[in-house]
């Protein structure tokens, strides 16, 4: 289990990936690495790193394929020379501790309609996005690569997309999460109750809890909310605790979408 990431300097921007908020990039690091960077300069900011962190260690502590999450810290003097001026104000604001994703060299895109996936892989991926509220697994953007014959899950920084309001975090633990109906490995999700059962014991509260803890401080130090770090860290245990708590109830709502699809 994951009690710690590697944190890198980066050292070179090399491009930026697609258009959007957060304008990821293909960066390379000191250890002579290159990465997806995430910035806490983009779009909703240190959030969706924390959810990319979050989704990204909870799928690889249930045993699916992540590339390796890595801190990547930004030097206040990077970027400087930048000529683009939306990317060089991006850089101004991501200086310290950025969130960073091995680059794998090659991959694909999933395609479903040309990769098929087993119904055990299907099933824990679907679990794995009913558990945290993830949105964009969808046939329009899969989120996930082809790399070595394996399939590997990508992005998930529009998961628990409850903290954007920050309110009634308990209800939202527990509410009907319908986006599932459009999940792109839906159809082929049929043994979503064993899954279910095998993944209740391998995911302990101590390990919800460890991964918790791997946020780092200068992403909790929030200033729209009187909450302190720690209190803003608990807040996110609660959640997820509360959520896998619920998972019998998410596990059937899963069903309910694909017998609906099927």
């Not at 991959?107 to 996936?117: G, H, K």
């Not at 998930?156 to 527990?174: D, I």
Request: with cysteine; glycine share 6%.
């Amino acid at each position: 289990m994951t009690t710690t990431l590697r944190t890198v300097n980066v050292t070179r921007y090399i491009q930026p990936l697609r258009e959007g908020g957060s304008l990821p990039a293909l960066a390379e690091a000191d250890d002579d690495f290159k990465y997806v960077l995430k910035f806490k300069g983009g779009g909703h900011g240190v959030k969706t790193l924390i959810a990319e962190l979050i989704g990204g260690e909870i799928a690889r502590t249930l045993g699916l394929k992540v590339p390796e999450l890595v801190f990547a810290n930004l030097d206040e003097a990077f970027g400087r020379t930048e000529g683009d001026e939306e990317i060089q104000d991006l850089l101004k604001a991501s200086q310290g501790l950025n969130l960073a994703l091995h680059f794998l060299s090659g991959a694909i895109t999933f395609d479903p309609v040309v990769t098929s996936v087993d119904a055990k892989l299907a099933s824990q991926i679907v679990w794995l996005d009913s558990f945290i509220t993830n949105v964009d697994r969808t046939f329009r953007n899969t989120n996930m690569l082809i790399w070595n014959k394996d399939l590997w899950l990508i992005d998930h920084g529009s998961c628990l997309y409850f903290q954007y309001t920050w309110t009634n975090r308990e209800v939202k633990a527990t509410a009907p999460f319908a986006f599932i109906k459009d999940h792109v490995l839906l159809p082929k999700a049929s043994l979503l109750n064993e899954v279910n059962t095998e993944f209740k014991k391998l995911l302990t509260p101590q390990k919800i809890k460890n991964i918790v803890n791997l946020i780092p401080l200068e992403w909790l130090e929030w200033q729209d909310t009187d909450e302190s770090p720690e209190e803003i860290r608990e807040a996110y245990y609660k959640f997820l605790i509360t959520r896998f708590n619920y998972s019998d109830s998410f596990t059937k709502e899963a069903q309910d979408a694909r017998e609906a699809l099927i």
